[in-house]
């Protein structure tokens, strides 16, 4: 349960990592599938949603400390770390198809 500013500005920050983190592993899958490294591209991918999974958690459980009744101060940095969340996303999905895609024309 966030309990202080701070609390709420450590949880942020972690959202941050795990997005930016889930973001990179997805760029790193496309690089490595480019490459022929299908495998690896695979694990890449693997690790860009555990990073993303550890993002959503966070922001999942703020959102249900607000519905239980908390109420935040909603400081710019939480605004960014949604941000992060919301490309990491949509990153993902992306390298997932263009790592497939990749698979699919090499083979030809």
Known sequence: ????????????????????????????????????KSSDAQE??????????????????????ELSGEVFEIPMLLIHAQDHLMTSMTTKDLAIEIVELHKKTSKN
Do not use: Y
């Open 44 to 65: 890449k991918l693997k690790e860009a949603e555990d990073e993303f999974v550890a993002a959503h958690k966070i922001q999942t459980g703020l959102i249900q400390q």
């Open 1 to 36: 349960m966030t309990k202080t500013k701070e609390d709420l500005s450590e949880l942020t920050f972690q959202f941050i990592l795990h997005s930016g983190n889930a973001r990179s592993c997805a760029m790193e899958a496309i690089a490595l599938q480019i490459q022929g």
